[in-house]
DNA sequence: TAAACTACCTAACGTTCGTTAGCAAATTAT
DNA sequence: ATAATTTGCTAACGAACGTTAGGTAGTTTA
């Protein structure tokens, strides 16, 4: 949980999350990584003590990043309406920005080992807990559609969280204008707002 | 791709996707897989050509089934608005009644080698395509809100794709009432219907 | 200018991996 | 009754893995 100096460090914990995105962590070796950078793979153990320092960077670094865009919405005076608002721009933001990181953040954390993946685990129950709050309060406020609260935090955050999927900065639109169109659909649905032409009575199958 | 006969096999492959769902396809050894069998490593090559042979069945018995359950809508003379519907809740069925397998078609089909993966991927695109063709007539039609097509398609299925994280059969909703809120949530939106408080401006960060 | 540090190297280690060969017992089909 | 199939075993293979030991230039610090 140290500081990283040295940019070789960096370097290596970068092409690592870009590595363990495609390949996955395991499928990922330290052969790979070596030779991404142009030297052997002994070599890597002069900046990083193993592996796992590598996985545990990415989830680490993007967790706290997570949770500190939290900190600065609760700390205001908004109505819940607005903290989701919010909550899911900043939240969109952090992975926008990192998309490698946060699909190792999302998928490969699995791998680390005790006791950090316990410690992980904690750390990424406490945001969506977080997150969960302001969805309880709006709806006890009867700002939110009233729902299953497990069921909706987990439904939003996932699907926030395939932005980088399909997300490329570099064309068609930017991080901002995804936050707003993506924040308005999930909010107002899916349903044109003149004609309200779903039953919402579920037809058996 | 041909059918299989042997019961030991289809234990084979109901094991592997718990596993590979858990700890992932490269995490999981044979003799992880064997040991959960009682019996020796080796002993599996009597029922299986290899590895990747349990993830190709994994991957591609449950994209031909999401690609059944399509037909089924596609064939029928309904609105738009009432295919989403049905699609929305035959995919919940699918996946709800198979949350490791879904898992694994969803996260570890990567595994896959050529030209295995080319083929998986194209089935998927399928899939995704016919989804979003009902978005897009849909939009058309003005029965849903317009919207970046692909954006749309991608978070929608994403959002149903995150069920099994959350989803246990046993307790509190069964999936047929999943399934409704679930459609109730993504079609109306996370909004109440009363007291529309959103801006859906977004206010820079 | 000497000491310390950075960034890499070659060589090799013990371990685990997927898989094969060859065999044996039990069950099922003819 | 016998042939075929199913289901398992032991032993072992070559390959790939993460990692360590020990060394060497070049660069920075004291």
């Known amino acids: ?3 990283i100096k040295s940019t ?3 370097e290596m914990v970068q092409l690592a999350a870009s590595l363990f995105r495609k390949k996955g962590y395991f499928a990922t070796s330290m052969r790979d990584l070596a030779n991404h ?13 193993n592996k796992e320092e590598l996985l545990e ?7 706290a ?5 939290l900190d600065r919405i609760e700390s205001g005076s908004l109505t819940y309406s607005q903290q989701l608002e ?3 721009q900043s939240h969109l933001a952090v992975i926008t920005r990192s998309p490698d990181e946060a699909q190792v953040f999302l998928l490969e954390y699995k791998h680390l080992t005790e006791p950090r993946l316990s410690a992980f685990i904690k750390m990424r129950k406490e945001y969506e807990l977080r997150f969960r709050i302001i969805l309880r309060q709006g709806m006890q406020q009867g700002e939110f559609r009233r729902a299953d609260e497990k069921m909706v935090t987990l439904t939003l955050l996932s699907a926030l969280n395939s932005t980088p999927t399909w997300f490329r900065s570099d064309k068609g639109m930017n991080a901002e ?5 993506l924040t ?9 707002p003149a004609t309200p032409v779903f039953s919402t009575i579920n037809p058996s199958l």
Chains 1, 2 share one sequence.
């Open 37 to 49: 950078l142009g030297i052997e793979a002994a070599s890597l153990y002069s900046h990083i003590r």
């Open 57 to 63: 960077n990415i989830c680490f670094r993007l967790g």
């Open 177 to 181: 204008q995804v936050s707003a169109v």
């Open 65 to 69: 990043e997570l949770l500190e865009s």
């Open 86 to 88: 919010f909550a899911i």
């Open 1 to 3: 949980m140290e500081a």
């Open 184 to 192: 308005d659909l999930l909010i107002q649905g899916l349903a044109s």
């Open 8 to 10: 070789r460090k960096i």
